[in-house]
Nanobody, 116 residues
Framework: VQPVESGGGLVQAGGSLRVSCRIS???????????MGWYRQAPGKQRELVAT???????NYADSVKGRFTISRDNANKRLHLQMNSLKPEDTAVYYC????????WGQGTQVTVSS
């Protein structure tokens, strides 16, 4: 099972980015059975959970991103998205997707860099 993240880049503070994740190697029902999440890891820091979403699109967010980030999922195509608005320099990190129990392999992530 291999998540493939994409969509990162360099953006100025206050800008927006949308990162996406495609899960290969599992069937749709296996994807749908999982609560999925976006994680991030900044240089020198531990990986942290940013947002989660259930099969029926109930969402939860870390306080640091609440009101700025929106997580969504496409169950039919086994994709996960994270719309990030009002980005801050402290959002700079490599962003990864995985289940809430982290039972999938970790992908390479996608780098998001926010300049001040």
């Amino acid at each position: 099972v291999q998540p493939v993240e994409s969509g990162g880049g360099l953006v100025q503070a206050g800008g927006s980015l949308r990162v996406s994740c495609r899960i290969s190697g599992i069937i749709t029902s296996e994807f749908n059975s999982r609560i999925m999440g976006w994680y991030r890891q900044a240089p020198g820091k531990q990986r942290e959970l940013v947002a989660t979403i259930t099969r029926l699109s109930a969402t939860n967010y870390a306080d640091s991103v609440k009101g700025r980030f929106t997580i969504s999922r496409d169950n039919a195509n086994k994709r996960l998205h994270l719309q990030m608005n009002s980005l801050k320099p402290e959002d700079t990190a490599v962003y990864y997707c995985n289940s809430d129990t982290q039972d999938l392999s970790w992908g390479q992530g996608t780098q998001v860099t926010v300049s001040s």
